[in-house]
C-alpha cells in the first residue's frame, strides 16, 4: 500500500506561481511511474504532468513551458512547480502512483488515470484573473 498526501495549493492571482508536494509512504515508490491529475467543476480529469520509471516527462499542452513535474527519491516526493498561472489552471489537484514501473518513451500518451492504483486526496488550485 502507498499513501500520497499532497499539499501546497492555495489562491493565485494570474502570472503568480505555486508548487505542490505529494509526499509518498507506505510501500517503496522508487522508480514507479507518478502523476499530476487535476479537474474541475463539471470537467473531466486531465493529465497535467506524468514521469516514467527512466524520468521521461509528459505535460498537458496547456501547461508546457510553464509547469515542471520533478521527484525528489530521497524524500520521496513529487512536485509540480506551477509558473506564469491562469485562472483555466483552477481545479483540485491530484497526485497518484501507478504502483509499478512503467516506459512512456515513444508514447504518445500518458498512462491513463484509470491505471494508477494509489491517490492523494487532492489540493485546491484557484488562480483569480
Known amino acids: 500500500q502507498v499513501k500520497l498526501v499532497e499539499s501546497g495549493g492555495g489562491s493565485a492571482q494570474s502570472g503568480e506561481s505555486l508548487t505542490l508536494s505529494c509526499v509518498a509512504s507506505g510501500d517503496t515508490v522508487r522508480g514507479h511511474c507518478m502523476a499530476w491529475f487535476r479537474q474541475a467543476p463539471g470537467k473531466e480529469r486531465e493529465t497535467v504532468a506524468s514521469?516514467?520509471?527512466?524520468?521521461?516527462?509528459k505535460y498537458l499542452d496547456s501547461v508546457e513551458g510553464r509547469f515542471t513535474i520533478s521527484v525528489d527519491n530521497a524524500k520521496h516526493t513529487l512536485f509540480l512547480q506551477m509558473n506564469d498561472l491562469k485562472p483555466e489552471d483552477t481545479a483540485k489537484y491530484y497526485c497518484?502512483?501507478?504502483?509499478?514501473?512503467?516506459?512512456?518513451?515513444?508514447?504518445?500518451?500518458?498512462?491513463?488515470?484509470?491505471?494508477?492504483?494509489?491517490w492523494g486526496q487532492g489540493t485546491q488550485v484557484t488562480v483569480s484573473s
Open positions: 497518484a502512483n501507478l504502483g509499478n514501473f512503467c516506459y512512456t518513451d515513444g508514447v504518445p500518451t500518458p498512462v491513463p488515470g484509470d491505471v494508477y492504483n494509489y
Open positions: 514521469i516514467d520509471t527512466e524520468g521521461h516527462i
